[in-house]
């Protein structure tokens, strides 16, 4: 049962990339802009507080993501089988084609998106605690500066996400910055964190992340 955090700027293709992952490895995909994303189509009560929120390329709360990563994680198997078929959720976890699944199995994730500031870093590090989880690492899709700009620019042709215009998309790169790179030093204290060059297509970034994941998966 891994935990592993797929970090990056917005643009580097973290979303892309955890999806195809999540596929190869068995994981589930536990992505907090997806979420929300699904919170605000269904209009909730969330979803229409953090609708403007998201629309201006700014963070939604800490506590508001941290607790949909802790609901996810609290899921029964039902809710669980929705977002993922039932035999991967076996081979993940080891269960036979015919034994009966535990209510919760305990499957391996990869995080997209979260944590994003230091304050959801020591909240998930109190959360895996309570759910007897640890975090094996935090893999970070380094992508350019230049490179990324020249992807958002690419990005806001073609996105139907209404925070993906220029100048929102500008501003998530400003909140990166400033809330979101301080989590890698966070973690590269701890001996965690393992740097990929993103720079170039998705299959060869793809190939790089898949080496790292082989020898996470085996430890
Ligand atoms: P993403 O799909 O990961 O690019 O996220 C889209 C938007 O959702 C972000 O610009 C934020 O407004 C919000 N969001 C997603 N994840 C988080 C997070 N961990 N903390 C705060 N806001 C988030």
Redo the contacts with the bound molecule.
């Keep these: 049962m891994k935990n592993i955090i797929l970090f990056g700027a917005?643009g580097a293709g973290k979303?892309t990339q955890a999806s195809l992952l999540a596929e190869k490895f068995d994981l589930i995909h536990l992505?907090?802009?997806?979420m929300?994303r699904r919170e605000v189509a269904l209009e909730t009560p969330l979803g229409l507080r953090v609708r403007n929120?998201?629309n201006r390329?700014?963070?939604?709360g800490d506590d508001v993501?941290v607790s949909l990563i802790a609901k996810a994680l609290d899921h029964g198997r039902n809710e669980m089988l929705d977002e993922w078929d039932e035999l991967r959720l076996r081979r993940a976890c080891g269960i036979g084609p015919d034994d009966p699944l535990p209510e919760k199995p305990q499957p391996s994730i990869i995080y997209d998106?979260?944590?994003?500031?230091v304050q959801?870093c020591q909240m998930l590090e109190f959360l895996f605690q309570k759910k007897q989880r640890r975090l094996d690492a935090v893999i970070s899709i380094d992508v350019p500066q230049e490179e990324l700009v020249h992807r958002i620019h690419e990005r806001a042709l073609s996105s139907n996400r209404s925070?993906d215009t220029e100048e929102v998309i500008r501003h998530?790169l400003e909140e990166y910055e400033a809330k979101t790179r301080p989590v890698l030093d966070y973690y590269k204290v701890s001996g965690r964190l393992v740097s990929i060059d993103g720079s170039g297509e998705i299959p060869e970034t793809n190939t790089r992340l898949c080496q790292v994941m082989e020898y996470i998966m085996a430890r």
């Design positions: 917005p979303g992505s907090t802009g997806e929300l929120i998201m390329g700014d963070l939604v993501v998106g979260f944590p994003r500031t959801q925070d998530r």
